[in-house]
């Protein structure tokens, strides 16, 4: 059974930095994309991040220049490095990831809270 398992989340004040760690788990013979996501009280989940195999990165507007994701493909575990961090940025922060345990699936981690006061 595959597991996404977040850490990192906490409360922080503007202009602070964060890391995020994702580590997926199970019987994996690939992960094709490993990405952040993030949903804001009263707001839609939306992309922050992705890193794909082979592709590169993408960025949602907003964190462009403040957030880097990358990935260690030996501990298949993904990282969000968050600078610059505003309140707007407060929210449920969520990974996940496109693989192939068994078949090809989309799997979710269960989400780490990020605040940032002002």
């Known amino acids: 059974q595959v597991q996404l398992v977040e850490s990192g989340g906490d409360l922080v004040q503007a202009g602070g930095s964060l890391r995020l760690s994702c580590a997926a788990s199970?019987?994996?013979?690939?992960?094709?994309?490993m990405a952040w996501y993030r949903q804001a009280s009263g707001k839609q989940r939306e992309l922050v991040a992705s890193i794909k195999s082979g592709a590169g990165t993408n960025y949602g507007d907003s964190v462009k220049g403040r957030f880097t994701i990358s990935r260690d493909y030996a501990k298949d575990t993904v990282y969000l490095q968050m600078n610059n961090l505003k309140p707007e940025d407060t929210a449920v922060y969520y990974c996940?990831?496109?693989?192939?345990?068994?078949?090809?699936?989309?799997?979710w981690g269960q989400g780490t809270q990020v605040t940032v006061s002002s």
């Open positions: 996940h990831a496109e693989l192939f345990a068994g078949y090809r699936g989309s799997y």
């Open positions: 199970g019987t994996i013979s690939a992960i094709y994309v």
